[in-house]
C-alpha cells in the first residue's frame, strides 16, 4: 500500500463527535481519521463508541496524554497488533537513539 506525500502530510482536521454523553472536538490528521474508521468498521462498532473505548484506556494511565495524541496512539498500536507485531516493550520516553 502506498499513500501519496499529499495525503500523508496533510494537517490535523477537526470533527465534533459524542462521546461519555458529550460533544467534544478532536484534531486528526485524515490518515488517522481513515485508520480510526476502519478499526471501528473491524470492529462493529460505530465510531463514536470506539474512541470511547480509547477514551476509557487513556483516562486509566497515571498520566494520560490528550484524547488526539491517546487516538494516535492507540491506532498505531492495533496496526502493530495487527500485522502480528512485536511483543517487546517499547523504549521509555526519552529512549530513542539519536542519529
Avoid: C, Y
Amino acid at each position: 500500500m502506498s499513500i501519496a506525500p499529499d495525503d500523508l502530510f496533510h494537517g490535523p482536521v477537526k470533527r465534533s463527535i459524542q462521546i461519555a454523553g458529550h460533544m467534544t472536538s478532536i484534531s486528526l490528521e485524515p490518515l488517522f481519521w481513515g485508520l480510526l474508521k476502519s478499526a471501528a468498521e473491524a470492529r462493529g462498532l460505530p465510531l463514536n463508541a470506539l474512541v470511547a473505548r480509547i477514551d476509557v484506556e487513556r483516562i486509566a494511565v497515571e498520566q494520560p496524554p490528550n484524547l488526539a495524541s491517546a487516538i494516535r496512539l492507540w491506532l498505531v498500536r492495533d496496526v502493530i497488533e495487527a500485522r502480528g507485531g512485536a511483543a517487546s516493550p517499547l523504549p521509555q520516553a526519552g529512549g530513542v537513539a539519536e542519529a
